[in-house]
């Protein structure tokens, strides 16, 4: 797998994204000069016209779902900064994080300008916008987050793997979606095909680095690996909503790029020298996961420390 090099947000101004947000990595982390205010629409200027044919609901819908992945994920990595193995670690997980956040932000924005209804009522006094008052204002059943996105920390290896499925899997489905006849949602594609592809070499070299390495770090990946493997499955199953997105031409049908996914898996896995987990994989509850609001209690202890500020300090802007 060839090395990227990964640069920064301001740097790569060669995609249709390059209009939709500036320094995206400073969103809920303080607003420079040069980045978006807060109560600033992150897609002004974006032609965020629903395309002719797409139900609003769906496409908001649609918007929502990734950009939980995004949120959730990017949360659960930022959990390590401060805690990786060293310095350059830390720096490069919490760069993901930060990928991962400007994300949200775009998916949550394109959300709730496609289907206002989406956006929950916000507590009197909060002046949160629209992206804010999704990620802030909800309760855990409402996130259409995948289960895989919201799962507790391990250690680094199992930060290793959960980086290299995460990303494999979200490469695979925005190389699709820059197809998308949605503007926003192609330009998102378009710029996080860039980022997705080093959070993916990084985890891959970590992979390989750790199943060569000792005995030790070896069993710890292969422990990772299994402890995760029984929700692989469930990033490829389709939802009705996913299906009706990806029929109007605007989504991704997640089973669509399995085979795809799982190439770039199997080529990792042969330069560790790792065999697929054969771990079984996790039911649904009453047949519903996270994209149906089903989550287990991690997600809600996660909001609850993730959401506290906003809620605690209703006119707070930062």
Do not use: C
């Not at 209009?19 to 205010?37: K, M, P, Q, R």
């Not at 394109?110 to 629209?130: I, Q, T, Y």
């Not at 031409?249 to 042969?270: H, I, K």
């Amino acid at each position: 797998m060839a090395d990227h090099i990964h640069t920064s947000p301001e740097d790569e101004h060669d995609s249709a994204y390059s209009g939709l947000l500036v320094n995206d990595a400073h969103w809920a982390f303080g607003t420079a000069t040069e980045s978006i205010g807060f109560g600033e629409d992150p897609l002004a200027g974006v032609d965020t016209t629903i395309p002719e044919g797409v139900d609003a609901v769906t496409l908001s819908t649609y918007a929502l779902m990734l950009g939980d992945d995004s949120l959730v994920m990017s949360h659960r990595i930022a959990e390590w900064t401060s805690n990786a193995p060293d310095l350059e670690d830390d720096i490069a997980l919490s760069n993901i994080a930060l990928d991962l956040l400007g994300q949200a932000r775009l998916l949550l924005a394109r959300a709730a300008k496609a289907d206002e209804s989406a956006v929950p009522p916000l507590p009197e006094g909060s002046p949160a916008p629209p992206e804010d008052a999704l990620a802030f204002f909800r309760e855990a059943h409402e996130f259409r987050n995948v289960r895989f996105a919201e799962v507790v920390n391990g250690d680094f290896a199992e930060a290793t793997v959960r980086v290299l499925l995460f990303s494999v899997w979200r490469l695979a489905t925005f190389e699709k979606l820059r197809e998308s006849r949605d503007h926003v949602l192609s330009a998102v594609a378009a710029k996080g095909v860039k980022e997705l592809a080093y959070h993916r070499d990084y985890a891959a070299r970590w992979f390989v680095t750790l199943a060569r390495g000792t005995d030790e770090s070896r069993t710890r990946l292969i422990t990772a690996l299994d402890s995760l493997w029984p929700l692989w499955p469930e990033l490829f199953d389709t939802h009705p909503v996913e299906a009706a997105a990806a029929e109007a031409g605007v989504g991704v049908d997640p089973a669509s790029v399995r085979e795809a996914a799982e190439a770039v898996l199997d080529q990792v896995f042969t330069a560790a020298d790792v065999e697929p987990s054969q771990a079984p994989r996790r039911s649904g509850v009453l047949g519903k996961t996270g994209r149906d609001g089903m989550h287990g209690e991690p997600l809600s202890r996660m909001l609850a420390e993730m959401q506290s500020v906003a809620r605690a300090h209703l006119r707070g802007q930062w």
